[in-house]
């Protein structure tokens, strides 16, 4: 758990410097104390400052630096720090660590730690695939580092490729994963997991679609494979979500949706469906762009197929779990599709806050369980919902196995 930890966050001059911002805010909110070491091109891309007011504490950026005369900053920091997380790692910092070069705050900081490193590359393509890259790569992992390999993506040059630093959330999953190694409850486990939302053309220009952002899915899906599951995620395409460890399905509408959940959960043991699929489809997709009229315009829906109910009626062993995203009533509704669908648990929240669900990085749920009881998780961030919810589906499994 990183809760309690006490963590470096070392960010050297690349553009990917500003989602270093997103992963300090991220890891304090899991309870971590965090400081940031940053490199003198660093600042160009992200200012002390916000870093400052992000972690609540002064950033380290020169070696030499006079506020604090009486301690050896490096050796301070190094000993301080129960990991650290070099992001963005340029090929310039990761050639100077595995060289053993010192002649900056964070490469000497580096030199001088004993705890986990965690390097997360970014670059361009061609410097990333650059042999002299690789061999400083090896030398660090013959050296005990934790290397998160980068994603293939857009890249700050324009181009298209391997590169493009992990996202954060992948990256506090492998420190995670590290500090609570022990914890591989779900290894041998196969899970399926669906997030976001699904799109249903009108036309070739409009669409119908919802509001979810997938945030919660994608939580569950990297909590499941932290534990040691082999995890399948189906996600809309309005999701963001890389990670090395994770089959990705990304799918486009309800009809998509249903075929790759249906084919995945075939020989899965768990089904988690976060995703907010549509119920509705128009009936015949215009093929082309309906023009604007006077008149009004009446689109014809049809029913789409309910995913989670067939998966119910053809459940074997397999535990599911659903969602209820409800503005009112939502103890009759959830326990209703709970029911319906012949499932082992369902996870309701209230969709009526804007302070929770839908495209926010917290939410605040209640689990209704198939044997009439239920539990409440009150407002804390997606990742620590993810735990519980893995939690209770492992207690069922355990139950079913005794």
Known sequence: MIEKKRIIIGVSGGIAAYKSCYMASRLIHMGAEVRVCMTESACHFVTPLTFES??????????????????????????????????????????????????????????????????????NTNMYENPA?????????????????????????????????????????????????????????????????????????????NRSSGKMGCAIAREACRRGAAVTLVAGENVRFSDADIDVVFVRSAADMHWAVTEAGKEADVVVMAAAVADYTPKKPFDGKIKKSADDM??????????????????????????????????????????????????????????????????EVTLYYKDGSSSSIDKCGKDIVAKRILDDVMRMMEDRND
């Not at 509704?333 to 990085?361: C, E, H, P, W």
Request: proline share 3%; glycine share 8%; charged share 30%.
């Open 298 to 363: 009446t689109i014809e829906l049809s029913r789409t197929k309910d995913i989670l109910k067939e998966l119910g009626e053809h459940k074997g062993e397999r535990i599911l779990v659903g969602f209820a995203a409800e503005a009112d009533d939502m103890e009759r509704y959830a326990k209703d599709k709970l029911k319906r669908k012949n499932l082992d648990m369902i996870v309701a929240n209230d969709i009526s806050r804007k302070d929770i669900g839908f495209g926010t990085q917290e939410n």
């Open 54 to 123: 992000l972690t609540h504490n002064a950033v380290n950026t020169d070696m030499f630096s006079r506020e604090t005369p009486m301690n050896v900053t490096h050796i301070a920091l190094a000993e301080w720090a129960d990991a650290i997380i070099v992001a963005p790692a340029t090929a310039n910092l990761i050639g100077k660590a595995a060289n053993g070069i010192c002649d900056d705050l964070l490469s000497t900081v580096l030199m001088a730690a004993k705890a986990p490193v965690f390097y997360a590359p970014a670059m």
């Open 133 to 209: 890259l690789q061999k400083n790569l090896e030398v660090l992992r013959s050296r005990g580092a934790h290397i998160i390999e980068p994603a293939e993506g857009a890249l700050a040059c324009g181009t298209s490729g391997k590169g493009r630093m992990a996202e954060p959330e992948e990256i506090i999953g492998a420190v995670d994963a590290f500090f609570d190694e022990k914890k591989r409850d779900m290894a041998g486990v196969k899970v399926v997991v669906s997030a976001g939302a699904t799109i249903e053309d009108i036309d070739k220009v409009r669409f119908l679609s």
